[in-house]
């Protein structure tokens, strides 16, 4: 079983859905989840992080983190067609510093 | 403010050799974390500095190296290149250890002839 773990898609939604991306870790001390976006070509940028329990929500991003189910995931609002990108869940596990330990990444892709 | 730094972005060695990647952080975060890409492996964590101290190592080979200067640049290097050493290499910088949001430079595309 893989640490992190993704479905690595491609989703398809058309443009103005919802997309629904999801993650699920093995270790359950871990403490920060982070998603990053990653266009082809070009390094991961960070659009979401969250330390507990629930939703946060930022624009027409939304993450949801339940610890009990070691399950975490990204909510985008009103798909556009930029964001069609592969999606990385990363999550910081317990004693580990800043080491991330990364899924395989979802590949999105948003119709016009 | 500007944003993680990596030079040389892109790098063509052969086997054997030796190369030397750089990394600016974003200014005032002391933690660097190499990151190694490639398509079969994903993304995976090489090893953290800060305050020019390693924190943490990944599950690399001792031909992977870094280190961190007191301006909180850091450097990895990597000996005797391998083929299979043909990756795009990452840097991230975060304000502290642990925790911290961390945000990555552009890379450098390293390729191994």
């Known amino acids: 079983q893989k640490e992190v773990e993704q479905n690595s898609g491609p989703l398809s939604v058309p443009e103005g859905a919802i997309a629904s991306l999801n993650c699920t870790y093995s270790d359950r001390g871990s403490q920060s989840f982070f998603w990053y976006r990653q266009y082809s070509g070009k390094s991961p940028e960070l659009i979401m992080f969250?330390?507990?329990?629930g939703d946060k929500e930022d624009g027409r991003f939304t993450a949801q983190l339940n610890k009990a189910s070691q399950y975490v995931s990204l909510l985008i609002r009103d798909s556009q067609p930029s964001d069609s990108a592969t999606y990385l869940c990363?999550?910081?596990?317990?004693?580990?510093?800043?080491?991330?330990?990364f899924g395989g990444g979802t590949r999105l892709m948003v119709k016009p | 403010k500007a944003g993680v730094t990596q030079t040389p972005r892109y790098l063509i060695k052969t086997r054997g050799q030796q190369v030397t990647l750089s990394c600016s952080p974003i200014?005032?975060?002391?933690?660097v974390s190499w990151y190694q890409q490639t398509p079969g492996q994903g993304l995976q964590f090489l090893f953290e500095?800060?305050?020019?101290?390693?924190?943490n190592k990944g599950n690399f080979p001792g031909r992977f190296s870094g280190r961190q200067f007191s301006n909180s640049r850091s450097e990895m290097n990597v000996s005797t290149l391998e083929l299979g050493d043909s990756a795009l290499y990452l840097c991230?910088?975060?304000?502290?250890?642990?925790?911290?949001?961390?945000?990555f430079g552009p890379g450098t595309r390293l390729t191994v002839t």
């Open positions: 500095y800060f305050s020019e101290t390693q924190r």
């Open positions: 990363a999550v910081n596990m317990r004693n580990a510093g800043n080491m991330l330990t």
């Open positions: 969250i330390y507990s329990n």
């Open positions: 200014s005032g975060h002391r933690s």
């Open positions: 991230a910088s975060s304000v502290g250890t642990a925790n911290y949001e961390q945000y």
